[in-house]
């Protein structure tokens, strides 16, 4: 089918007529942006094969807001080598014509010829919905809808069917059903995916377990109550047969006889250790007996060792007295020789002291003569110094005066120099033998004199000349002058001088007295340093000094003269010897007159102690004595010696005895009497307590059983094994349901695969050659239904099966289009007319996935025409066709050429 | 002249797990009611003692309730009663007779020997010699001392036992409890009572299993009866005459089906159960789609009037016909299948079976359906 011409006109956007032409086979590409109209012109063709012409349900046809209009659709198409041209118009003046060839159709007639040509149906009533659309409806793909594949498939079903040529109906509608039920039958019973029992199957099995547990359990119950009964009556036969027979009596009885043998043999033992106790008591005192006798022995030996002890005390005694003798002769030997080193010391220290006291003395005077003179001489230089400093004293001028009165000689010279310089000089020269005066001086000779004052000049003779000196200053001057004058002679009056020259000898004398002073000082110091007072005390201390010594040196001589006196010899010799000779000679002799007297002490000790142990030795030996003498003593010693004789003579009795006792005794074996008793005793006591212990056991078993009876454990066993058999047979029948119902899924489930895959044959090789080229390898499965099944492809693990709806958007929609294009291709052999209209379809591939899916489109348009509208025109430009933009088209109007 | 009901193994507590639970209570039930019919007979009859040959009880420990409810069964005959233990009830140190004595249950005209010593009735001039059994299996003959001992003359001498008589039962079976052979001419006995067998036999002129009053097993063997016992005087031969008391029939039957006639057979078979029968019925052989769903339906509607019946169809190989086949309309994939299955029903065991039950699911599928649009 090829469609050429496509005219629209009052249809929605298209108020105006649009018309395109020129349609050709394989891809016509149409552009628009959104709102375009692209959308509208798709609506054109199915309302025109689609939509009744008569029906009232196609005013969304109309443009909006145009209530009057008639939307008209014209198309042109081939079809096997016939044209056709189908002319509908709606609502306002409806019409319908299709022109076949030379033929025409009109109406419902020419409508119901284009359904059964293109495949599809009319709505009953009302507009068209999408289970009428059949072939169409699978291949004109809406915006939006190439994802959605299994309604359109489902509504085009039959004419893919009768396109496959074969008996696909029967599969799908009996067989389908059928394998329905089965699957369904079988998932009550077991789980879909691992067949493990589930639903009422599992809760039979559960219930069986369950019930199979508590019969064990009640087994077990019915066990132990069993045991316990025959217990019962094994514990009630021996109670009874014991209860019977008593078989402890006898074992008491023979407990009673061997205690009474035991008692027996007891008593003989008592006696026997009576015997024994008192055979140890004899023991005991002979012994006791024994050392009081040892002890009288003992101070006899004792008296005879005192005796030899004195004796030997005696001797030692008269030893040490010989020693203390010799040692005291010593002493007196050495205590002489220490009284003669001492004395001869003592001469040498005085003749020592006596030359020592001369040299001293004669240094002492010496001194004193010296001191004495030194003395002298000071008190003559203090003489002299005392003098001078009396004449500085006289002459002395103080310092400011002799300044004030240089200063003021010193202006009045000024003032007298001023003066002249201001004064009439008056020179004469006066004949010999004249004379005349001035200012009341006789003048003669020749010379000048100075006026500095009114001033008259006699001249004899002649008159007078009163000179007046011209300066006007020279009076303020003379006044001046005659100030200072008076000023100075009151200052040389007040120090008694006559001039300034006289104060200036004056202080030269002074200076001179000072010198003086200080020469007889310095002097003084020499001799005296420390003053003349001093020297004298020196001196006076020197004389004291000397007086000392004379007077010790006289007394050393009176004692030497009273020594002198004593008798004794050879001393005047020794006198003079060293002192350190006889100091040395004395200490010898107090060192041995020390180490004899030692001896003598030790001597003396000794002799002490002797006499000591003398003493002791005495008083011990007569202790001893006194013991011996002791009048009772004899006494006790018979005693003694007489009870020991008794004590021995007992003894040898009470052995004989012991002997036969402890022979009767160990005939006995009381050890083994009384191991007999407590067997005897134990077996008694034990058979008694197992009657006793097997009433009790009677007791509670009897009890128990009574309890347990109560309980119907039987019944109750025979009641849960009742349920058991049948939850068991019921677990049997469901098993066998299950596994035939499995069986029986698995059987039909595989017929059907395996027929559904050859009837669907052709359809999948269509299939695989358009998805080879998207992806090599893959296979994508058709059900029964012919929908796409699961896409089973290479993936990174090997291969990976995904159902189609689990497929992303992208890939459901690449799917959805590469389905119907194999429908297409199925529908084309079976000679079925073949128009594909793709809406803006793939926008959600991504660039690899859209160019595959470009070639995909190319090969399948080699085949059908396909009609492709978009909104991305750069998309599609590799098409190898030329765009038709909408807008372009509508902009030429009618009749726009292709 | 004496005149007694023998009984024996009642079995009071059985439980019946091969049937379903609604068949299982009305089962054991009748174990009571049948006791309630036997105590009418003997009232109505008016003898002169009921013995009971032990197994009253089918375990010790029953529970209080089912004791109790027994002993009152009995109350229907206020005569004496004579039992003894059996193998099930045996008179152990605690059984279910010391609890029956401890709860008071058993009425003052109900004797239970449970000691081997004679009971003697004066009123109707009976001794009875009781062999009760002590233990749960004894191998020793309980009967032994029939012949020792003494009883009063010119009273009835009966026995009354619990076991297997030597050389009358196959061998192995029941070996236990043993009793000889001959012992009622051995000991001078009227009259021998037995129990432990099931059904109703005749062992000796005057030694006689009762059997159970009420059946409670498929084996044919005659049970369900009490016998009604005469003795005209002591050492006269006694006239026995079984009585059925029992409410259920047990059948166990089997058909082979092998040509259509042989169906028509098992449905007129099946027809004639009714509410007395319990039964079990295996079915081997051959039939079509069409014969089985005739043999269900017929089983069905049995089912609904029997007691209880039971078809093991196991034995059956199930042969569609080309029109059986045509009938389920079963062409392509599913056809397929049927034929899969009929070839698979044919492998001895497992798989067969498997097969066999495939196959009758699917057909009762496509029955369905085929009904289904029948009736759209």
Same mark, same amino acid.
């Given at each position: 089918?090829?469609?050429?011409?496509?005219?629209?006109?009052?249809?929605?956007?298209?108020?105006?007529?649009?018309?395109?032409?020129?349609?050709?086979d394989?891809i016509?590409?149409?552009?628009?942006?959104? &709102?375009?109209?692209?959308?509208?012109?798709?609506?054109?063709?199915?309302?025109?094969?689609?939509?009744?012409?008569?029906?009232?349900?196609v005013?969304?046809?109309?443009?909006?807001?145009?209530?009057?209009?008639?939307?008209?659709? &014209?198309?042109?198409f081939?079809?096997?080598?016939?044209?056709? $041209?189908?002319?509908?118009?709606?609502?306002?003046?409806?019409?319908?014509?299709l022109q076949?060839?030379?033929?025409?159709?009109?109406?419902?007639?020419a409508?119901?010829?284009?359904?059964e040509?293109?495949?599809?149906?009319?709505?009953?009533r009302?507009?068209s919905?999408?289970e009428?659309?059949?072939?169409?409806?699978?291949?004109?793909?809406?915006?939006?809808g190439?994802?959605e594949?299994?309604?359109?498939?489902g509504? @085009?079903?039959?004419?893919?069917r009768?396109?496959?040529?074969?008996?696909?109906g029967?599969?799908?509608?009996?067989?389908?059903?059928?394998?329905?039920?089965?699957?369904?039958q079988?998932n009550?019973?077991?789980?879909?995916?691992?067949?493990?029992p589930?639903?009422s199957?599992?809760?039979?099995?559960?219930r069986?377990? @369950?019930?199979?547990?508590?019969?064990?359990?009640?087994?077990?119950d019915?066990?132990?109550y069993?045991?316990?009964?025959?217990?019962?009556?094994?514990?009630r036969?021996?109670?009874?047969?014991?209860?019977?027979? +008593?078989?402890?009596?006898?074992?008491?009885a023979?407990?009673?006889?061997?205690?009474?043998?035991?008692e027996?043999?007891?008593?003989l033992?008592?006696?026997?250790?009576?015997?024994?106790?008192?055979?140890e008591?004899l023991?005991?005192?002979?012994?006791?007996?024994?050392?009081?006798?040892?002890?009288?022995?003992?101070?006899?030996?004792?008296?005879?060792?005192?005796?030899?002890?004195?004796?030997?005390?005696?001797?030692?005694?008269?030893?040490?007295?010989?020693l203390?003798?010799?040692?005291?002769a010593?002493?007196?030997?050495?205590?002489?020789?220490?009284? =003669?080193?001492?004395?001869?010391?003592?001469?040498?220290?005085?003749?020592?002291?006596?030359?020592?006291?001369?040299?001293?003395?004669?240094?002492?005077?010496?001194?004193?003569?010296?001191?004495?003179?030194?003395?002298?001489?000071a008190?003559?230089?203090?003489?002299?110094?005392?003098?001078?400093?009396?004449?500085?004293?006289?002459?002395?001028?103080?310092?400011?005066?002799?300044?004030?009165?240089?200063e003021?000689?010193?202006r009045?010279?000024?003032?007298?120099?001023q003066?002249?310089a201001a004064? #009439?000089?008056v020179?004469?020269?006066?004949?010999?033998?004249?004379?005349?005066?001035?200012?009341?001086?006789?003048?003669?000779?020749s010379?000048?004199?100075?006026?500095?004052?009114?001033?008259a000049?006699?001249?004899?003779?002649?008159? %007078?000349?009163d000179?007046?000196?011209?300066?006007?200053?020279?009076?303020?001057?003379?006044?001046r002058?005659?100030?200072?004058?008076?000023?100075?002679?009151?200052?040389?009056?007040?120090?008694?001088?006559?001039?300034?020259?006289?104060?200036?000898?004056?202080?030269?004398?002074?200076?001179?007295h000072?010198?003086?002073?200080?020469?007889a000082?310095?002097?003084?110091?020499a001799?005296?340093? +420390?003053?003349?007072?001093?020297?004298?005390?020196d001196?006076?201390?020197?004389?004291?000094?000397?007086?000392?010594?004379?007077?010790?040196?006289?007394?050393?001589?009176? /004692?030497?003269?009273?020594?002198?006196?004593?008798?004794?010899?050879?001393?005047?010799?020794?006198?003079?010897?060293?002192?350190?000779?006889?100091?040395?000679?004395?200490e010898?002799?107090?060192? *041995?007159?020390?180490?004899?007297?030692?001896k003598? @002490?030790?001597?003396?000790?000794?002799?002490?102690?002797?006499?000591?142990a003398?003493?002791?030795?005495?008083?011990?030996?007569?202790?001893?004595? @006194?013991?011996?003498? /002791?009048?009772?003593?004899a006494?006790?010693?018979?005693? *003694?010696?007489r009870?020991?004789?008794d004590?021995r003579?007992?003894q040898?009795?009470?052995?004989?005895?012991?002997?036969?006792? =402890?022979?009767?005794?160990?005939?006995?074996?009381?050890?083994i009497?009384?191991?007999?008793v407590?067997?005897f005793?134990?077996?008694?006591?034990?058979?008694?307590?197992?009657?006793?212990?097997?009433?009790?056991?009677?007791?509670?078993?009897?009890?128990?059983?009574?309890t347990?009876?109560?309980?119907?454990?039987?019944? $109750?066993?025979?009641?849960?094994?009742?349920?058991?058999?049948?939850?068991?047979?019921r677990?049997?029948?469901?098993a066998?349901?299950?596994?035939?119902?499995?069986?029986?899924f698995?059987?039909l489930?595989?017929?059907?695969r395996a027929?559904?895959?050859?009837l669907?044959a052709?359809?999948?090789?269509h299939?695989?050659h358009?998805l080879?080229?998207?992806?090599?390898?893959?296979?994508?499965?058709?059900?029964?239904?012919?929908?796409?099944?699961?896409?089973?492809?290479?993936?990174?693990?090997?291969?990976?099966?995904?159902?189609?709806?689990?497929? *992303?958007?992208?890939?459901?929609?690449?799917?959805g289009?590469i389905?119907?294009?194999?429908?297409?291709?199925?529908?084309?052999?079976?000679g079925?007319p073949t128009?594909? !209209?793709?809406d803006?379809?793939?926008?959600h591939?991504?660039?690899?996935?859209?160019?595959?899916m470009?070639?995909?489109?190319?090969?399948?348009a080699t085949?059908?025409?396909?009609?492709?509208?978009?909104?991305h025109?750069?998309?599609?430009?590799?098409?190898?066709v030329?765009?038709r933009?909408?807008?372009?088209?509508?902009a030429?109007?009618?009749s726009?050429?292709? | 002249?004496l005149?007694?009901?023998?009984t024996?193994?009642?079995?009071?507590?059985?439980?019946?797990g091969?049937?379903e639970?609604?068949?299982?209570?009305?089962l054991?039930?009748?174990?009571?009611?049948?006791v309630?019919?036997?105590? /009418?007979?003997?009232s109505?009859?008016?003898?002169?003692?009921?013995?009971?040959?032990?197994?009253?009880?089918?375990?010790q420990?029953?529970?209080?309730?089912?004791?109790?409810?027994?002993?009152?069964?009995?109350?229907?005959?206020?005569?004496p009663?004579?039992?003894?233990?059996?193998n099930?009830?045996?008179?152990?140190?605690e059984?279910?007779?010391?609890r029956a004595?401890?709860?008071?249950?058993?009425?003052p005209?109900?004797?239970?020997?449970?000691t081997?010593e004679?009971?003697?009735?004066?009123g109707?001039?009976?001794?009875?010699?009781?062999?009760?059994?002590?233990?749960?299996?004894?191998?020793?003959?309980?009967?032994?001392?029939?012949?020792?001992?003494?009883?009063?003359p010119?009273?009835h001498?009966?026995?009354?036992?619990?076991?297997?008589?030597?050389?009358?039962?196959?061998?192995? !079976?029941?070996?236990?409890?043993?009793?000889?052979?001959? %012992?009622a001419?051995?000991?001078?006995?009227?009259?021998?009572?037995?129990?432990d067998?099931?059904?109703?036999r005749?062992?000796?002129?005057? #030694?006689?299993?009762?059997?159970?009053?009420?059946?409670d097993?498929?084996r044919?063997?005659?049970?369900?009866?009490?016998?009604?016992?005469?003795?005209?005087?002591?050492?006269?031969?006694?006239?026995?005459?079984?009585?059925?008391?029992?409410?259920?029939?047990?059948?166990?039957?089997?058909?082979?089906?092998?040509v259509?006639?042989?169906?028509?057979?098992?449905l007129?078979?099946?027809?004639?159960?009714?509410?007395?029968?319990?039964?079990q019925?295996?079915?081997?052989?051959?039939c079509?789609?069409?014969?089985?769903?005739?043999i269900?339906?017929?089983?069905v509607q049995?089912?609904?009037?029997a007691?209880?019946?039971?078809?093991?169809?196991?034995?059956? $190989?199930?042969?569609? #016909?080309?029109?059986?086949?045509?009938?389920?309309q079963?062409?392509?994939y599913v056809?397929?299948v049927?034929?899969?299955?009929?070839?698979?029903?044919?492998?001895?065991?497992?798989?067969?079976?498997?097969? %066999?039950?495939?196959?009758?699911?699917?057909?009762?599928?496509?029955d369905?359906?085929?009904?289904?649009?029948?009736?759209?």
């Amino acid at each position: 089918m090829k469609l050429t011409r496509l005219r629209v006109e009052q249809f929605r956007a298209f108020r105006q007529p649009l018309e395109i032409t020129g349609l050709h086979d394989g891809i016509n590409l149409f552009t628009g942006p959104n &709102e375009a109209g692209k959308s509208t012109l798709v609506a054109a063709i199915r309302a025109a094969f689609l939509e009744r012409h008569r029906s009232g349900s196609v005013d969304d046809l109309r443009p909006r807001g145009d209530g009057s209009a008639s939307p008209t659709v &014209e198309l042109d198409f081939s079809l096997d080598g016939t044209d056709y $041209r189908l002319a509908k118009r709606f609502l306002g003046k409806k019409r319908c014509t299709l022109q076949i060839g030379s033929r025409q159709l009109d109406g419902s007639e020419a409508e119901d010829h284009l359904a059964e040509l293109l495949g599809f149906r009319h709505a009953g009533r009302g507009a068209s919905t999408s289970e009428h659309w059949g072939i169409p409806g699978l291949l004109w793909v809406q915006q939006g809808g190439a994802q959605e594949v299994r309604d359109p498939v489902g509504h @085009a079903t039959d004419h893919l069917r009768s396109a496959l040529n074969a008996s696909l109906g029967e599969i799908a509608s009996s067989g389908g059903e059928i394998i329905d039920i089965v699957e369904a039958q079988r998932n009550e019973l077991l789980t879909p995916a691992t067949g493990a029992p589930r639903g009422s199957y599992a809760e039979a099995l559960r219930r069986q377990a @369950a019930l199979a547990a508590s019969v064990e359990a009640l087994d077990a119950d019915i066990a132990t109550y069993r045991q316990k009964v025959d217990r019962l009556a094994t514990v009630r036969r021996e109670h009874e047969a014991d209860a019977a027979e +008593q078989p402890w009596a006898g074992f008491r009885a023979q407990e009673q006889a061997a205690r009474a043998r035991l008692e027996e043999a007891r008593s003989l033992e008592a006696g026997l250790a009576q015997d024994r106790q008192r055979a140890e008591q004899l023991a005991r005192s002979v012994q006791l007996l024994r050392s009081q006798l040892d002890a009288f022995t003992a101070e006899e030996q004792a008296l005879e060792r005192r005796k030899a002890a004195l004796d030997a005390a005696a001797q030692a005694l008269a030893s040490a007295r010989t020693l203390v003798e010799q040692w005291r002769a010593r002493r007196r030997e050495a205590d002489a020789r220490y009284d =003669a080193a001492r004395a001869a010391l003592q001469q040498a220290r005085r003749g020592d002291l006596r030359r020592s006291l001369a040299r001293e003395l004669d240094e002492r005077r010496r001194t004193i003569t010296d001191f004495t003179q030194a003395l002298s001489q000071a008190e003559g230089a203090h003489a002299r110094a005392l003098a001078a400093q009396r004449l500085a004293a006289e002459s002395a001028i103080a310092d400011d005066d002799l300044a004030a009165l240089r200063e003021q000689q010193r202006r009045i010279t000024e003032l007298q120099i001023q003066q002249a310089a201001a004064a #009439t000089r008056v020179r004469y020269a006066l004949d010999d033998g004249r004379a005349l005066r001035i200012g009341g001086s006789a003048v003669s000779g020749s010379g000048e004199r100075q006026l500095v004052e009114a001033t008259a000049i006699e001249l004899p003779g002649l008159g %007078r000349l009163d000179i007046l000196p011209g300066g006007a200053d020279l009076p303020e001057l003379g006044r001046r002058e005659a100030d200072l004058r008076e000023r100075r002679d009151a200052i040389l009056l007040r120090l008694g001088l006559a001039s300034v020259d006289d104060a200036e000898s004056r202080r030269q004398a002074h200076a001179r007295h000072q010198a003086d002073a200080a020469t007889a000082i310095a002097t003084l110091k020499a001799l005296a340093p +420390q003053g003349v007072e001093r020297l004298r005390t020196d001196i006076a201390a020197q004389q004291a000094r000397v007086q000392e010594a004379e007077q010790a040196l006289a007394r050393l001589q009176e /004692a030497e003269q009273a020594l002198a006196r004593l008798p004794e010899a050879g001393a005047d010799g020794d006198a003079t010897r060293p002192v350190v000779e006889a100091e040395s000679q004395e200490e010898q002799a107090r060192e *041995s007159a020390a180490a004899v007297a030692g001896k003598l @002490a030790a001597a003396d000790a000794a002799l002490a102690n002797a006499q000591a142990a003398f003493d002791a030795a005495t008083r011990e030996l007569a202790h001893a004595q @006194a013991v011996l003498d /002791a009048p009772e003593r004899a006494q006790a010693l018979a005693a *003694s010696q007489r009870n020991l004789l008794d004590a021995r003579a007992e003894q040898a009795a009470l052995a004989a005895r012991i002997d036969a006792l =402890a022979q009767q005794v160990s005939a006995a074996r009381p050890d083994i009497l009384q191991q007999d008793v407590e067997r005897f005793g134990r077996s008694a006591e034990q058979l008694e307590r197992g009657f006793s212990q097997r009433r009790d056991e009677l007791t509670r078993l009897d009890v128990e059983l009574q309890t347990a009876g109560a309980l119907g454990l039987d019944e $109750r066993r025979a009641e849960a094994a009742r349920d058991l058999a049948q939850a068991t047979r019921r677990v049997l029948e469901l098993a066998r349901r299950a596994r035939a119902l499995d069986h029986l899924f698995g059987l039909l489930r595989n017929r059907r695969r395996a027929l559904t895959q050859r009837l669907q044959a052709p359809l999948q090789a269509h299939l695989n050659h358009y998805l080879q080229l998207l992806f090599p390898g893959a296979v994508l499965e058709i059900d029964e239904n012919l929908s796409p099944g699961p896409l089973t492809r290479d993936g990174g693990h090997g291969a990976e099966s995904d159902l189609f709806e689990a497929l *992303s958007f992208g890939a459901r929609e690449q799917m959805g289009i590469i389905s119907r294009l194999a429908y297409a291709d199925l529908l084309r052999e079976a000679g079925r007319p073949t128009l594909i !209209i793709l809406d803006d379809v793939l926008v959600h591939s991504d660039g690899t996935r859209l160019a595959q899916m470009k070639r995909v489109l190319f090969d399948a348009a080699t085949r059908h025409q396909i009609l492709l509208f978009t909104c991305h025109p750069a998309n599609w430009r590799d098409l190898g066709v030329s765009p038709r933009a909408i807008d372009a088209l509508r902009a030429a109007g009618p009749s726009a050429p292709a | 002249m004496l005149h007694l009901l023998h009984t024996a193994d009642w079995q009071i507590g059985k439980q019946f797990g091969q049937f379903e639970p609604d068949e299982a209570a009305l089962l054991a039930e009748a174990r009571f009611r049948s006791v309630e019919s036997l105590a /009418a007979l003997a009232s109505a009859q008016r003898v002169d003692l009921v013995l009971v040959a032990g197994d009253v009880f089918d375990a010790q420990g029953v529970s209080d309730r089912t004791l109790l409810r027994l002993f009152n069964s009995m109350a229907g005959y206020a005569g004496p009663w004579v039992m003894i233990p059996g193998n099930h009830d045996a008179a152990l140190s605690e059984s279910v007779w010391t609890r029956a004595a401890r709860l008071n249950a058993i009425a003052p005209n109900v004797h239970v020997c449970l000691t081997a010593e004679p009971l003697l009735l004066d009123g109707p001039g009976v001794a009875i010699l009781p062999a009760p059994l002590t233990q749960r299996i004894t191998h020793a003959d309980l009967t032994e001392w029939f012949a020792g001992a003494d009883t009063p003359p010119g009273m009835h001498r009966i026995g009354l036992a619990h076991g297997s008589v030597q050389g009358i039962l196959a061998d192995g !079976i029941d070996s236990s409890n043993p009793i000889a052979a001959g %012992r009622a001419a051995q000991a001078g006995l009227d009259y021998l009572a037995l129990g432990d067998w099931h059904g109703c036999r005749q062992v000796d002129a005057r #030694t006689w299993y009762s059997g159970t009053h009420e059946t409670d097993r498929f084996r044919a063997n005659d049970s369900g009866r009490v016998l009604q016992v005469r003795i005209a005087a002591p050492q006269a031969m006694p006239d026995v005459q079984p009585v059925s008391i029992g409410q259920y029939q047990w059948l166990g039957e089997s058909a082979q089906l092998q040509v259509a006639s042989d169906i028509d057979a098992l449905l007129a078979r099946l027809a004639a159960f009714g509410p007395a029968d319990v039964v079990q019925f295996a079915l081997s052989g051959r039939c079509d789609l069409a014969g089985l769903q005739r043999i269900r339906d017929a089983v069905v509607q049995a089912q609904a009037r029997a007691r209880s019946l039971r078809v093991d169809m196991g034995g059956l $190989r199930i042969e569609p #016909t080309p029109e059986d086949i045509d009938a389920l309309q079963a062409d392509g994939y599913v056809g397929e299948v049927i034929g899969d299955l009929r070839a698979a029903q044919g492998v001895d065991g497992d798989d067969g079976e498997l097969a %066999r039950d495939a196959l009758v699911l699917l057909a009762g599928l496509l029955d369905e359906r085929r009904a289904r649009e029948g009736a759209a």
